[in-house]
């Protein structure tokens, strides 16, 4: 619920800044702090293909376990190890899909699990997506 909670503030405050880049696609939005990271872009793909993708992917890894599933929200919540993290896809106008992961931080400060899942989404749905700096 706390992680739940903590998607929906995030969900907010990124959306004010993924509106101002005029939903450019495959511009990665990333924010990491001391406690959680945060990864936002907008595909063009279909939000339905991409959470199939995405549950894929989960099942084809033994290390993660997941959590929770919501088929009508299209967000599933993940732990690996002691790591939880979660992937929410929302569909936007003109066939855009808006993904956003967000995952507890690491001990590991090199270790960007974030990027790591959604360049692999992006690469999977031959989208170019690019990091913005800040």
Request: a negative charge; aromatic letters at 6%.
């Amino acid at each position: 619920m706390k992680l739940r909670l903590f998607i929906l503030l995030i969900t907010s405050s990124l959306s004010a800044c993924v509106a101002l880049t005029a939903a450019t696609i495959g511009a990665v939005v990333y924010y990491k702090n001391q406690h959680h990271e945060v990864a936002t872009v907008n595909i063009q793909a279909d939000a339905q293909k991409i959470y199939a993708f995405t549950l894929s992917q989960i099942e084809k890894n033994s290390a993660i376990e997941l959590v929770e599933k919501d088929d009508e929200d299209l967000m599933v919540v993940i732990t690996q190890g002691d790591i939880a993290s979660s992937i929410k896809l929302s569909s936007l106008k003109g066939g855009l899909t808006q993904l956003m992961i967000t995952s507890d931080t690491s001990a590991d400060e090199s270790e960007k699990r974030v990027l790591d899942a959604l360049f692999k989404i992006c690469d999977e749905f031959k989208v170019r997506c690019t990091l913005q700096e800040n």
